[in-house]
């Protein structure tokens, strides 16, 4: 039977502060140790990661992780494998969707945000088999990246602040999540925000890194 991965994901409250290279510089100091780690652009509406150049094009019987999460959640098909590439050495990208398609991307994100705010009432809820929405879409994303291979790690970079969905920042499904944050005020404040939302939410131990970055904005 194959371990499972360790799920790590990778938040900031406010965007700027290195959350994005902290995971890169992450995952490959584990990938140059022999761990094959996949990382995973969340940042739906400000996508880092994707725009690492990829080699090979989409193939005919593989979509973007963007597709996945709107056909799952609207219960259209999911059989095509979300597309994953080796960037190096035991280190593989799972890109939100082509972002140089900008015409396409962009019409994705307008139906993202109406499949949304459709179901924002669900938030917190639960749902089949007692579990969150939050929890659902961890879930739904990581049983389907483990189709694409096998890793000793998955990464997610997930957006910034709050979000309109219930967001896998609040997932049980996440084994470690690294919160990011620069020393000013506002970055501080809203974080201490956040962990008393997990707090509230989780209602029970979770694993939490805090790491303060060396970008120090002065607000």
């Known amino acids: 039977?194959?371990?499972?991965?360790?799920m790590v994901l990778?938040?900031?409250?406010?965007?700027?502060?290195?959350?994005?290279?902290?995971?890169l510089n992450s995952a490959k100091h584990l990938a140059s140790k022999g761990k094959?780690?996949?990382m995973v652009d969340l940042d739906v509406h400000a996508p880092g990661l994707s725009y690492l150049k990829l080699e090979v094009d989409k193939q005919q019987e593989e979509d973007?992780?963007?597709n996945f999460i709107l056909n799952h959640f609207a219960k259209e098909d999911t059989s095509k494998?979300?597309?994953t590439r080796e960037i190096s050495p035991n280190l593989y990208l799972a890109p939100i969707y082509d972002v140089y398609n900008t015409t396409a991307y962009h019409q994705l994100l307008i139906d993202f945000s109406k499949y949304s705010y459709s179901i924002r009432e669900k938030k917190g809820k639960k749902l089949e088999n007692n579990m969150t929405l939050s929890d659902l879409i961890t879930k739904s994303i990581k049983?389907?990246?483990?189709?694409?291979?096998e890793y000793d790690y998955i990464f997610l970079d997930s957006r910034t602040g709050f979000t309109e969905i219930g967001d896998i920042l609040f997932s049980k499904e996440i084994d470690l999540k690294v919160l990011v944050s620069a020393y000013n005020t506002q970055n501080i404040e809203g974080m201490n925000s956040v962990l008393q939302l997990i707090d509230r939410d989780l209602k029970e131990k979770h694993s939490i890194l805090r790491v303060l970055s060396l970008k120090t904005n002065k607000r």
Do not use: A, D, I, W
């Open 64 to 66: 973007y992780l963007l």
């Open 81 to 83: 494998q979300v597309v």
């Open 143 to 149: 049983n389907k990246l483990l189709k694409t291979g």
């Open 1 to 6: 039977m194959n371990k499972e991965p360790k």
């Open 10 to 23: 990778f938040y900031s409250f406010k965007g700027g502060v290195g959350r994005t290279q902290l995971m």
């Open 36 to 38: 094959k780690v996949l």
